[in-house]
């Protein structure tokens, strides 16, 4: 199948942790393999939440207080302003509502939302619950357990053939603070097409995929500036 005509005006920015942990949202990858003190096993695959439901609910529940509490920082707001010049899609590994609340219109969360709750027998009845706890006990309309609507490790992607789709046909492509190693979403640099403008922002950088520009920095001060330059090249 022929891969979709470049489209020069559009723009996909694959972010990570490394642009919400301005805003004090802590990541789940520091170097004690930890997350807020929990290793990942008890708290973001299936099998915790069959073994320890209330753990589980309480950890999101807690990180869900937290996002309340956060604020978009300077790369929320720049990768927004993008929207007023160029066709803009982020598809995010974060869980958290910042891009949203920045102004970003399209946002792709392949690893789900902390605002969202879910059936535990009926992945697709979704729930809106802002920033309020999920508690045993609370139900979807079939009767069954809420659970907090994240992908857990050793779940599908089910956003991520949609996120291939997007990146082919983007003019620029933009990494930021992601260090690629969390799969599959870490495979969707490699579907950026040779002739797009293809960036890659982070802290400590990995060795970057063929054809991308490597920014070091944090994703609050160098990204805005990128923008700039990008948003002046419009207008030029």
């Known amino acids: 199948m022929p891969k979709p005509e470049i489209?020069?005006?559009k723009i996909v920015v694959l972010s990570g942790a490394g642009v919400s942990a301005p805003s004090g949202l802590a990541t789940f990858r520091g170097a004690d393999g930890l997350w807020e003190n929990h290793?990942?096993?008890?708290?973001a695959?299936?099998?915790?939440w069959h073994r320890n439901p209330e753990l589980v609910l309480k950890f999101y529940n807690e990180r869900r207080s937290a996002l309340e509490r956060a604020q978009p920082n300077a790369a929320?707001?720049?990768l927004a302003e993008l929207g007023e010049f160029f066709e803009v899609v982020v598809i995010t590994q974060n869980v958290d509502d910042l891009h949203e609340r920045a102004g970003s219109k399209?946002?792709?969360?392949l690893h789900?939302?902390?605002?969202?709750a879910r059936s535990s027998i009926?992945?697709?009845?979704v729930h809106e619950i802002g920033y309020k706890p999920i508690k045993l006990g609370d139900t979807c309309a079939r009767g069954s357990?809420?659970?907090?609507?994240?992908?857990?490790?050793?779940?599908?992607?089910p956003l991520f053939d949609e996120a291939v789709r997007q990146v082919q046909d983007a003019g620029r492509v933009l990494v930021v603070g992601t260090s690629l190693a969390v799969y599959p979403a870490a495979g969707l640099a490699i579907h950026a097409r040779f002739q797009a403008e293809k960036v890659l922002v982070d802290l400590d950088p990995p060795d970057a995929p063929f054809g991308f520009k490597v920014l070091r920095g944090s994703a609050e001060i160098v990204v805005p500036g990128l923008v700039k330059r990008w948003c002046a090249k419009i207008n030029t």
């Open 7 to 9: 489209n020069p005006k």
């Open 39 to 43: 290793r990942i096993t008890d708290v």
């Open 45 to 48: 695959t299936p099998e915790a």
């Open 76 to 78: 929320h707001l720049a």
């Open 106 to 109: 399209t946002v792709i969360h």
């Open 112 to 116: 789900g939302e902390l605002t969202k």
């Open 122 to 125: 009926d992945e697709s009845l």
């Open 145 to 157: 357990q809420l659970r907090p609507h994240i992908v857990w490790f050793g779940e599908d992607v």
